[in-house]
């Protein structure tokens, strides 16, 4: 019992300390930089944190059941650069191309799934290995070059607002409710604690801890899908070199956030605090005017003290 206690007050510390620092954050950076709070400078944070935000709801759920996801930025880069060429080739109607775009993700995340969960591959290499097809497949599709000229009518999905609030931003809260719901409302979400806390007992207790990893990274296939809609209609543009990187943003957020990468322990609302953090501090450095060379160094830093803390909370 009072180790029990002793764990929730340091969850309880550590989450609302998570909360106390971006706070603190954003009161230095506006003391700093005056440019900080101003109503299009938190308008364009909120719509950057959107990408970042619904890839590390993805990865979370991965994350959940023990493993990791590091194809999603070639994954967010091939889905975008066939949205933008059904767009501009095929002249499609961008509901359905949205569609097909969440459908290739989801594909390619079964990839992942289908390895790790039926060949006992690790996910990190078998995530490393559709890292490399993807982005392969992006520069065979695109010839190495963006494509441009897409409709005005789909550029609203990454530009445009609603009372106001940034669309991008309000697809994250959409899919953010509805994996909170799956998480703690569905049957599904608890197999997926409960693979990732204990997977022989819950084989024992009859989940399908196969279907169960396969299906965590079709979703976040499926998050990439979503991803690459908004960040296709954000640029104007599908490019080849979309999403370098977004796999380590992804990852950051989710393990600062609380969840824990050898799997069973997180909560999406933590991962969106880390998403908020970091995107805070992309943007204070920005505004700064610090190199983006020195910025990479920042979140590696930031990444390797997550990932410390992790490994000190399951000593």
């Not at 975008?80 to 002249?91: E, F, P, Q, V």
């Not at 169960?212 to 296709?232: E, F, N, P, Q």
């Not at 830093?301 to 909370?313: C, H, N, P, Q, V």
């Amino acid at each position: 019992m009072e180790g029990k206690v002793k764990r929730a007050g340091q969850n309880w510390i550590q989450t609302y300390m998570l909360i106390f620092i971006v706070i603190g954050l954003g009161i230095v950076l506006s003391i700093v930089s005056r440019n900080f709070l101003t109503t299009t400078n938190l308008l364009n944070v909120i719509r950057q944190i959107a990408i970042n935000g619904i890839l590390a709801i993805g990865m979370t759920i991965v994350c959940l059941t023990g493993g990791i996801d590091l194809s999603v930025g070639s994954i967010v880069a091939f889905s975008g650069i066939i949205t933008a060429g059904l767009l501009r080739d095929k002249n499609w109607p961008t509901l359905l191309v949205a569609v097909i775009a969440i459908f290739v993700g989801g594909v390619l995340g079964l990839y992942n799934g289908y390895f790790v969960a039926y060949w006992k591959a690790a996910p990190f290499v078998v995530t490393l290995s559709m890292m490399t097809i993807a982005r392969g497949m992006t520069y065979v599709y695109s010839d190495g070059r963006p494509i441009s000229n897409l409709p005005a009518g789909f550029l609203v999905v990454g530009k445009g607002s609603i009372l106001g609030i940034p669309i991008p931003t309000l697809i994250l809260i959409l899919v953010f409710v509805l994996a909170s719901v799956m998480l703690t409302k569905l049957k599904f979400g608890r197999y997926i604690y409960a693979v990732g806390g204990n997977e022989h007992a819950a084989m024992v207790s009859g989940i399908n801890i196969k279907r169960i990893k396969m299906l965590v990274y079709v979703l976040s296939g499926v998050a990439c899908g979503i991803a690459s809609i908004i960040l296709t209609a954000r640029v104007s543009a599908g490019l080849p070199t979309a999403g370098n990187g977004y796999e380590l943003d992804a990852i950051a957020a989710t393990v600062i956030g609380g969840t824990s990468l050898s799997g069973g322990r997180g909560r999406l609302w933590g991962t969106m605090v880390g998403a908020i953090l970091l995107g805070i501090v992309n943007n204070g450095l920005d505004l700064l005017n610090v190199s983006s060379f020195y910025q990479q160094i920042v979140k590696g830093l930031i990444i390797l003290g997550a990932i410390l803390i992790d490994s000190k909370r399951n000593q």
